[in-house]
């Protein structure tokens, strides 16, 4: 325990450990005090604010189990496989820049669809290719 040596030399309080028996700690008068400030501000301004502690979600009961981990599973591949389906049709149709992990998995896996939409890609290019050439020789003409 460190002291500082300009505090004067106070009254030290033991206190017993409850959650250790047997190990005593030696507080001075002087940071016992220190300690019940601290502790009532953080309470008043808890309460000044309103604020109020958010309790954490617990464990679920029951997780599932049989028949409802099968539907949670079935669930859960549906929505999978909207994903990449949505994904494909914005490839598709030029919406999507993006792709998501599971439609990026498929790709990957499924040559015939990955082939597809490298062949839409490259229409898509072409053209838009094609129109920034008009619109170029547009402006050229006109000039």
């Known amino acids: ?22 190990v005593q700690v030696s507080i001075s008068a002087q940071a016992m005090q220190l300690a019940q400030t601290d502790n009532s501000s ?10 109020s502690a958010v309790p954490l979600p617990g464990l679920p009961e029951n997780p599932p189990t049989g028949d409802k981990l099968q539907q949670y599973a079935q669930f859960k591949k549906a ?3 909207y994903q990449v389906h ?8 030029g919406n999507g820049e993006t792709i ?8 990957s896996n499924n040559e015939d669809a990955r082939e597809t939409v490298l062949q839409q890609l490259a229409m ?7 129109q920034i050439y ?3 020789i547009q ?3 006109e000039k």
């Open 1 to 22: 325990m460190v002291t500082a040596a300009s505090a004067p030399a106070a009254e030290a309080v033991k206190i017993n450990s409850a959650a250790e028996p047997g």
């Open 100 to 107: 998501s992990a599971p439609t990026a998995y498929y790709l």
């Open 86 to 93: 949505v994904d494909m049709a914005n490839m598709v149709t």
């Open 134 to 136: 008009q619109d170029t």
């Open 79 to 81: 929505q999978l496989q």
């Open 139 to 141: 402006s050229a003409e």
């Open 124 to 130: 898509q290019q072409q053209a838009q290719n094609m």
């Open 42 to 51: 953080v309470t008043n301004t808890n309460i000044n604010n309103k604020i």
